[in-house]
């Protein structure tokens, strides 16, 4: 009936059939980001929510803190005089 390249190609007449292959289970595996090591990473994960979200408000205060420290002090080095900006410094050069 069919040349025999054929069924050898096609896998006919194979007597012992074999089940399907057997997989492994993807595993999650967590790693180590620059600045912080595995411990601390499962240490953050594994925390309330209620107090990440209290460390994330204590971040923000201090954030802003600093920036009106910075604002304030540019504002007192601009109001003590220094050089007064010359905004046309390029005028007429191209």
Known sequence: ???????????KGLKDEHSRTRR??????????VGLNVDELKKRRN????VRAAAREAALREV??????AKKARKAAGKSGGAAKSYNKNRGKR
């Open 1 to 11: 009936m069919w040349t025999l390249a054929w069924r050898r190609l096609n896998k």
């Open 24 to 33: 492994r289970r993807r595993v999650k595996v967590t790693r180590a980001v």
């Open 47 to 50: 925390q309330r929510p209620e």
């Open 64 to 69: 802003k803190e600093r920036q009106k420290a």
